[in-house]
């Protein structure tokens, strides 16, 4: 099973900063890497996939890249509706589908 | 615009069996195009893949949970559904469905708004 690992755990940032999360994985996944965003009492929302291939109707301030084992999720510019929790998952060697454990995305 | 939606009982007793069904609208369990996932979220073990079924019938469950589900499709009713036996309080969560592409995958494209399960008696 491949382990993802996201780092940090907790980013606290304010509105109009640049906020980087990363995610690790345990053995090669290429670019078989998705992001999604999550709010409280929502399902999980596709953000990326691809690695870098942002999903219908994802805003361009969103943006992800790497490959391999390492892999980051951008937000150019933080808005108010971007403080959530983001997880990555890859689907490269499947089953298991996995993901990591998250990152919570708070207003500093 | 394809639309899940789970359904099922709340509260189900320690050792009974969980069933919970998803309904879809706007595309169809018989396309060759999608696979039906279940997903579910606790506190303590985040997200966790269940498994997944194709229009062909083929399954493809989570080690972890592959003795205790069972996921199949109704295509007369346009439903896939989940059956996890042997249930404890670790399977206390909310259920997701959704759907990936089987043809360019790209992970989790739709999900529904996901029903909280709880184990209790």
């Known amino acids: 099973e491949v382990v993802m690992t996201q780092s940090p755990a907790t980013l606290s940032l304010s509105a109009g900063d640049r906020a980087t999360l990363s995610c690790r994985a345990s053995?090669?996944?290429?670019?078989?890497v998705a992001w999604y965003q999550q709010k409280p009492g929502q399902a999980p929302r596709l953000l990326i996939y691809g690695a870098s291939t942002r999903a219908t109707g994802i805003p361009v301030r969103f943006s992800g890249s790497g490959f391999g084992i390492e892999f980051t999720l951008t937000i150019s510019s933080l808005q108010s509706e971007d403080f959530a929790v983001y997880y990555c998952?890859?689907?490269?060697?499947?089953?298991?589908?996995?993901f990591g454990q998250g990152t919570k995305l708070e207003i500093k | 615009q394809l639309q899940l939606q789970e359904s099922g009982p709340g509260l189900v007793k320690p050792s009974e069996t969980l069933s919970l069904t998803c309904s879809v609208s706007g595309g169809s369990v018989s396309s060759s195009s999608y696979y039906w996932d279940w997903i579910r979220q606790s506190p303590g073990k985040g997200l966790e893949w269940i498994g997944t079924?194709?229009?062909?019938?083929?399954?493809y469950y989570n080690p972890s949970l592959k003795s205790r589900v069972t996921i199949s499709a109704d295509t007369s009713e346009n439903q896939f559904s989940l059956k996890l036996t042997s249930v404890t309080a670790a399977d206390t969560a909310v259920y997701y469905c959704?759907?990936?592409?089987?043809?360019?995958?790209?992970?989790?494209?739709?999900w529904g708004q996901g029903t909280q399960v709880t184990v209790s008696s």
């Open positions: 998952q890859q689907y490269n060697n499947w089953p298991p589908h996995t």
């Open positions: 079924i194709y229009y062909s019938g083929s399954t």
């Open positions: 959704a759907r990936q592409d089987y043809l360019d995958p790209s992970g989790f494209l739709d």
């Open positions: 053995q090669s996944i290429r670019h078989k």
